[in-house]
């Protein structure tokens, strides 16, 4: 490995050079105590790490470190500094210093631990960023052969189905008696081609949705909506149809239904499937559509009760898997492609939601799925700063989460177990009980114990204490001061059960 | 009354035969057109209430043919219905500029329905 040690004191030279022989005499250092110089050398020739004196003669390390980044380059880069000056060292760590070591008495032990942290923290980079790179490609790929899929979907969409149109339509012409008389015979035969190119319509808008779906393809328009609205659209378009078959179709909605997020279209077309699959199967009685809140669940179920002649139980966890129809060759005289109840499946799942069927054979079936509903975030603040109160309630209003904030831990506890919370921020220093008696008390009472926490302090040695056995920290933490994203980032991923709002 | 006049752009000749047909059982005036070149021919001389308008021609598409109705003064105020049997293009009428859309395959009930609503 080959080191670059910029120093301008020759004694200081001398004693770094050897400590570096000693910790590892394959190490090749070479030397310079000006900074122009200095970066001659990086420019021309290749090291593996710098050793760079805080204060220069001529220059200074953030000097150095900043011409280094300016070219894009990337190298292992510790600041040595004298007792007392960590604080500067700690600067330069945020411009892009990899690590520093303090010249003091533990020097000759520290500087060769630090060159190893060092590289660790070079290599560990260069490996992310090459993953990194592996994964932006293969990204890419898939984007590619997304694209073409998607493309050959739409033409194949576009191909068959203006054929279709004029076959439709010219059946249409002469059956409807447009195109002059025709006799008994000829209208049922004509007939039975109008059902027919009617079901390869539906094949068609089948197959091409089942295509999108695998191929995440298809979009989802998602917008706050009302479940109830979409259930009555759905009825009425099916009225018709029941009623010709002697069915009846009726509703029994719960009034002052939660607006979900949702898209209203894929819901309807769900709902479509599984109304006019229980009108297909049900030869008398008829259909009842309902829909519930789940409190306990947080999410609202539609379940479609139907009279027909159910499903038997092994046959239960075949029904929403592509191509299945059930009961063989009789099943084949209703029709269909076995698909629309898996792009049920996945529609509803893609909205976070579950569907399923219960039933008695030979009684009726029972087709139910829920969506969930979104709670706005709640979030409890625990700092005795103000200024960082304001800071941190600033990045959550902007993102729709509802804050409350609390200066003092006493009060924190008291306001986490009145609020229920989805995530407690706390900040380990304050004013009356440490952040750790907070933790304490809120894992004492059943209420709080399980609500997330994210600890945030500007000394991380204190944070390490909060470290467990197995060396790992216990809690998620943050370290302050810190930017807004990464801030958002690490509390949003502890927020699961919510939602930020619109 | 006078008949109202619908121009159909449509390059597939059955579609075009069979809608053509349609229109007229619905005591339409029908004038027709294969391109969108063709369709801004004759739109001047023809002065259509309504255009029934393919999406996927040859030469100049739907988009564009709609894009230049929409800002001759003269033509502006011309319904435009999209006719495709692409989902994803009626999801854009409107940013086309057009101001409906029909999927094919179609309900004649539907497409009269549909101009009628424009008219």
């Known amino acids: 490995m080959r080191i670059l040690l910029i120093e301008d004191n020759p004694d200081h030279t001398l004693f770094t050079k050897r400590v570096l022989k000693k910790a590892n005499p394959s190490y090749e250092v070479d030397s310079t105590g000006e900074a122009k110089e200095a970066l001659r050398k990086i420019a021309k020739e290749s090291y593996d790490l710098i050793l760079c004196d805080y204060r220069l003669p001529d220059s200074s390390a953030l000097h150095i470190l900043t011409e280094i980044r300016g070219k894009g380059r990337d190298l292992p880069f510790i600041v040595v500094t004298s007792s007392g000056s960590e604080k500067i060292a700690v600067e330069l760590m945020q411009e892009g210093a990899y690590d520093y070591v303090v010249k003091d008495s533990a020097y000759e032990n520290t500087l060769p631990v630090v060159i190893q942290r060092a590289q660790d923290k070079y290599n560990a980079k260069k490996?992310?960023?090459?993953?990194?790179?592996?994964?932006?490609?293969?990204?890419?790929?898939?984007?590619?052969?997304?694209?073409?899929?998607?493309?050959?979907?739409?033409?194949?969409?576009?191909?068959?189905?203006?054929?279709?149109?004029?076959?439709?339509?010219?059946?249409?012409?002469?059956?409807?008696?447009?195109?002059?008389?025709?006799?008994?015979?000829?209208?049922?035969?004509?007939?039975?081609?109008?059902k027919n190119v009617d079901r390869l319509k539906r094949l068609i808008d089948d197959v091409l949705d089942f295509s999108k779906l695998e191929s995440k393809?298809?979009?989802?328009?998602?917008?706050?909506?009302?479940?109830?609205?979409?259930?009555?659209?759905?009825?009425?378009?099916?009225?018709?149809?029941?009623?010709?078959?002697?069915?009846?179709?009726?509703?029994?909605?719960?009034?002052?239904?939660?607006?979900?997020?949702?898209?209203?279209?894929?819901?309807?077309?769900?709902?479509?499937?599984?109304?006019?699959?229980?009108?297909?199967?049900?030869?008398?009685?008829?259909?009842?559509?309902?829909?519930?809140?789940?409190?306990?669940?947080?999410?609202?179920?539609?379940?479609?009760?139907?009279?027909?002649?159910?499903?038997?139980?092994?046959?239960?966890?075949?029904?929403?898997?592509?191509?299945?129809?059930?009961?063989g060759l009789n099943q084949r005289k209703t029709g269909g492609t076995g698909l629309g109840l898996a792009i049920s499946k996945e529609i509803i799942e893609q909205h976070n939601g579950k569907i399923w069927a219960e039933s008695e054979y030979g009684k009726g079936s029972l087709f139910k799925f829920s969506l969930p509903i979104k709670r706005r975030c709640k979030i409890l603040?625990?700092?005795?700063?103000?200024?960082?109160?304001?800071?941190?309630?600033?990045?959550?209003?902007?993102?729709?989460?509802?804050?409350?904030?609390?200066?003092?831990?006493?009060?924190?506890?008291?306001?986490?177990?009145?609020?229920?919370?989805?995530?407690?921020?706390?900040?380990?220093?304050?004013?009356?009980?440490?952040?750790?008696?907070?933790?304490?008390?809120?894992?004492?009472?059943?209420?709080?114990?399980?609500?997330?926490?994210?600890?945030?302090?500007?000394?991380?040695?204190?944070?390490?204490?909060?470290?467990?056995?197995?060396?790992?920290?216990?809690?998620?933490?943050?370290?302050k001061p810190f930017k807004k994203d990464e801030f958002l980032a690490k509390a949003s991923s502890l927020l699961t059960k919510c939602s930020a709002g619109n | 009354m006078m008949k109202k006049k619908i121009l159909l752009v449509e390059d597939t000749p059955t579609i075009l035969k069979m809608a053509e047909f349609r229109l007229r059982k619905a005591d339409f005036e029908v004038v027709t057109a294969q391109s969108g070149e063709e369709a801004l021919e004759i739109v001047d001389k023809e002065r259509p209430d309504l255009m029934l308008l393919d999406y996927g021609l040859p030469g100049i598409d739907g988009a564009e043919v709609c894009r230049r109705f929409k800002s001759d003064e003269r033509l502006k105020r011309i319904p435009i219905i999209i006719f495709s049997a692409t989902l994803e293009d009626l999801k854009r009428v409107k940013e086309f500029g057009a101001d409906d859309g029909i999927l094919k395959p179609y309900e004649s009930e539907g497409l009269i329905a549909k101009i009628k609503e424009h008219l």
Not at chain 1, 185 to 193: D, G, I, P, R, S
Not at chain 1, 234 to 261: C, I, R, S
Not at chain 1, 395 to 418: H, P, W
Request: charged share 30%; proline share 3%; net charge negative.
């Open chain 1, 381 to 479: 603040l625990i700092d005795d700063d103000q200024v960082i109160l304001d800071v941190c309630e600033r990045f959550f209003k902007e993102n729709i989460y509802t804050a409350i904030r609390s200066v003092t831990g006493m009060e924190g506890v008291k306001l986490a177990q009145k609020e229920l919370p989805d995530l407690i921020i706390l900040d380990i220093r304050l004013n009356d009980i440490s952040g750790y008696e907070v933790i304490d008390r809120l894992k004492g009472i059943e209420e709080t114990r399980n609500i997330p926490i994210l600890l945030m302090s500007g000394y991380i040695d204190e944070l390490e204490r909060v470290k467990g056995e197995s060396g790992k920290p216990v809690l998620p933490w943050i370290s």
């Open chain 1, 217 to 327: 393809g298809l979009e989802f328009k998602m917008q706050e909506g009302n479940i109830n609205a979409i259930i009555n659209d759905v009825v009425e378009a099916h009225k018709v149809v029941a009623e010709e078959k002697g069915l009846y179709l009726k509703t029994a909605l719960e009034p002052n239904m939660p607006f979900v997020e949702l898209d209203p279209d894929r819901v309807n077309q769900v709902l479509t499937n599984l109304l006019s699959n229980a009108i297909k199967f049900t030869e008398a009685g008829g259909i009842i559509v309902s829909s519930a809140k789940e409190e306990s669940q947080n999410s609202l179920e539609v379940c479609l009760r139907d009279t027909g002649g159910g499903i038997r139980n092994e046959d239960l966890p075949k029904l929403f898997q592509k191509f299945q129809q059930l009961g």
């Open chain 1, 127 to 194: 490996e992310k960023e090459k993953l990194e790179e592996e994964l932006r490609e293969s990204n890419k790929k898939l984007q590619e052969m997304y694209e073409i899929k998607s493309n050959f979907t739409s033409m194949v969409s576009h191909e068959l189905r203006t054929p279709l149109t004029a076959i439709k339509e010219g059946i249409a012409i002469v059956l409807d008696g447009s195109a002059g008389q025709i006799n008994g015979q000829q209208k049922k035969f004509l007939e039975m081609a109008k």
